[in-house]
């Protein structure tokens, strides 16, 4: 028996020896087991700009920006796919390409005295968040990225507003920091926005709290002067636009999600919505020198739109839209497709742009009433948005050629797009340029603008909707109960299926959850 024993202690500490060697064998030579903490930056800030996009093709249909070449499809009829993940890349980019990856970002970051890249990650942070309320409504924040948990309780959307201004907040004290080990160079290596510039980093992130304050604009503690302030905080010129680039020289993510080699838009055309809002007819008798260079004439050379839901049997083959690489057809485009405006394949996208934030400050100046600081406003934002289509159609050799200056002012000298006195400023006015201004890229933002104005609110002045010329389909998604789309439900995988008993407490589960209007929108 003895000898029994001594064999096995024998094989026992052999076994744990070479257990040792083959845990070695885990230990990859060629590959760090840590990383610098800016190597985290690069793939989050491709998400920033790039999410918005995948969750654009759904919100564009509620929002009107395009519509789909088949009829009733579920998101022009303000619906949603069930079991689906559709409409939820944000949810997945926010918890999953985030997630882990921003917290250790952030932690090496405070621990190695790198303020300036903190301040970095507590704008992603804060963006992810601004992002997913405002596209859900009540999300999950104080639980997330907690390893310990199954099952996730969510939080109100007034604590993910105040969660924002918060992290943006602490953001902005950071990258006033100078001293530990604050170093441009180190951020700019991986910094795809604005390589380093503490100064525009800075700026953002009052841009991002204008926007957050903004959004009040239905309730009691609406203050338009503190959103006038983050304004005049934030980007001074188009300069200060936080853009993404492309090479567009390998693989998917080298290249603009709208572009034609990705092949994401075959089956989208625009809506008469954006087309009356340039072609005259909201605004007699002014044609827009930018519809010819954003949006995509038939092939009878004609500018029109499919109406939402309505698929394209009203048209001839001569008159039906192109898509907006200005093909006919819904197939995938052919190999060096030139595209135009930000449907190319090198074309820069926006996080947000000095144009979007004029006309945030115009709706903020005319609601407080100061007419003239809001009609000032409400011109930079049209001239500077003139000036980004022109930047934008450079960027990748694309067909539209450049807005003169000759056909700038012309459309600028209009009494119907700006008014010759203050006074005469409408909030429809500032409200349709400013969708024009966000068409195609800003559609967390128009979404959130149309929610506020309930899709069809009138203009206290003139009478006329807000948004002139919405119309919302004959009817509406099955189990919509005929009101419109207020929130997209979250992630179909993860709550859905894992996460039902915390679904169940906010009211998720219901087939029309996605009506429900969500908090910052009520009074």
Not at 19 to 40: R, S
Not at 358 to 364: G, N, V, Y
Request: hydrophobic share 35%; net charge neutral.
């Amino acid at each position: 028996m003895k000898n029994i024993y001594i064999i096995l202690l024998t094989g026992f500490l052999f076994t744990l020896s070479s257990c040792k060697k083959y845990l070695d064998v885990n230990t990859n030579p060629n590959a760090p087991q840590t990383v610098t903490a800016n190597l985290y930056l690069s793939p989050m800030l491709h998400w920033m700009v790039t999410a918005p996009q995948y969750d654009g093709r759904f919100i564009g249909r509620y929002t009107q920006n395009w519509t789909s070449t088949s009829s009733g499809t579920t998101w022009d009829l303000q619906g949603y796919d069930p079991a689906s993940d559709n409409g939820a890349e944000l949810w997945r980019d926010v918890y999953w390409s985030f997630g882990q990856n921003l917290v250790d970002m952030n932690t090496k970051a405070e621990a190695e005295q790198r303020w300036d890249l903190l301040g970095v990650g507590q704008i992603l942070k804060a963006w992810g968040w601004q992002s997913l309320t405002d596209v859900h409504g009540e999300i999950i924040i104080k639980e997330a990225i907690d390893p310990t948990k199954y099952a996730f309780n969510y939080d109100s959307q007034e604590y993910a507003y105040q969660e924002v201004q918060r992290l943006l907040t602490a953001a902005i004290a950071n990258l006033a920091r100078t001293d530990g080990a604050v170093d441009v160079n180190f951020l700019a290596k991986t910094d795809l926005i604005y390589k380093g510039d503490r100064a525009k980093w800075t700026k953002l992130a009052y841009a991002m709290l204008a926007l957050n304050l903004n959004h009040y604009s239905n309730k009691a503690s609406y203050r338009p002067n503190d959103v006038i302030a983050a304004v005049d905080k934030s980007f001074t010129s188009n300069a200060d636009d936080a853009l993404m680039a492309y090479p567009g020289v390998t693989g998917n993510d080298d290249r603009n999600f709208l572009g034609p080699t990705r092949g994401n838009m075959q089956t989208y055309r625009q809506t008469p919505f954006i087309v009356n809002l340039m072609n005259g007819t909201q605004f007699t008798g002014v044609t827009d020198p930018r519809m010819s260079r954003m949006l995509a004439p038939a092939p009878d050379g004609v500018y029109r739109g499919i109406v939402t839901a309505a698929g394209t049997g009203a048209f001839t083959a001569s008159q039906l839209p192109n898509n907006f690489w200005n093909i006919a057809s819904i197939s995938a485009p052919p190999a060096n497709t030139q595209g135009r405006y930000i449907f190319s394949d090198k074309c820069k996208l926006p996080v947000m742009t000095y144009s979007q934030l004029q006309f945030i400050k115009a709706e903020a100046a005319y609601k407080k009433g100061d007419k003239e600081t809001a009609l000032a406003a409400y011109k930079n934002g049209i001239s500077s948005h003139i000036d980004f289509v022109n930047a934008r159609n450079l960027e990748d050799n694309q067909s539209p050629t450049q807005i003169t200056s000759a056909e700038k002012t012309t459309y600028m000298s209009s009494t119907a797009i700006v008014p010759a006195a203050a006074a005469d400023l409408t909030l429809t006015q500032i409200m349709c340029q400013k969708y024009i201004a966000q068409w195609g890229w800003g559609h967390l933002e128009t979404w959130m603008d149309m929610r506020r104005y309930h899709y069809t609110d009138a203009d206290p002045v003139t009478g006329k909707q807000v948004y002139l010329g919405y119309v919302f389909p004959i009817t509406l998604y099955s189990e919509n109960a005929g009101k419109p789309a207020y929130r997209i439900r979250p992630r179909y995988n993860s709550e859905y299926v894992w996460n039902r008993d915390a679904l169940s407490v906010i009211g998720g589960l219901a087939t029309d959850y996605h009506t429900k209007q969500t908090w910052i929108i009520q009074p």
